[in-house]
Nanobody, 121 residues
């Protein structure tokens, strides 16, 4: 499996931006699609975005489309989630995951521990 660690979370005002990073180690990161998921307080973990192993096909949840951008740099074994125009409802723990190009969390066997994003109104 791939070991993943997220960073870049924090507290930001509504309308602000954050850039999350996902550092990968272990098995070849470039063999896997990378996904971002989030879990808001009291809710289930939800899909945010996914990018193919090559950086090609990308898919976003409707709730973040046009505001968030997923990307990856396989040479650096890293992935990113640029989050703009943040809203209080974006407050959640954000997780990166490696696996199959999918919106289902079950298709991602490798997960990071998560990073907290809090958006104040």
């Amino acid at each position: 499996q791939v070991q993943l660690v997220e960073s870049g979370g924090g507290l930001v005002q509504a309308g602000g931006s954050l850039r999350l990073s996902c550092a990968a180690s272990g098995r070849t990161f470039s063999n896997y699609a990378m996904g971002w998921f989030r879990r808001a307080p009291g809710k289930e973990r939800d899909f945010v975005a996914v990018i193919d192993w090559s950086g090609g096909p990308i898919f976003y949840a409707d709730s973040v489309k046009g505001r968030f951008t997923i990307s990856r740099d396989n040479a650096k074994n890293a992935g990113y989630l640029q989050m703009n125009s943040l809203k209080p409802e974006d407050t959640a723990v954000y997780y990166c995951a490696a696996g199959t190009y999918s919106r289902r969390s079950a298709d991602f066997p490798s997960w990071g521990p998560g990073t907290q994003v809090t958006v104040s109104s």
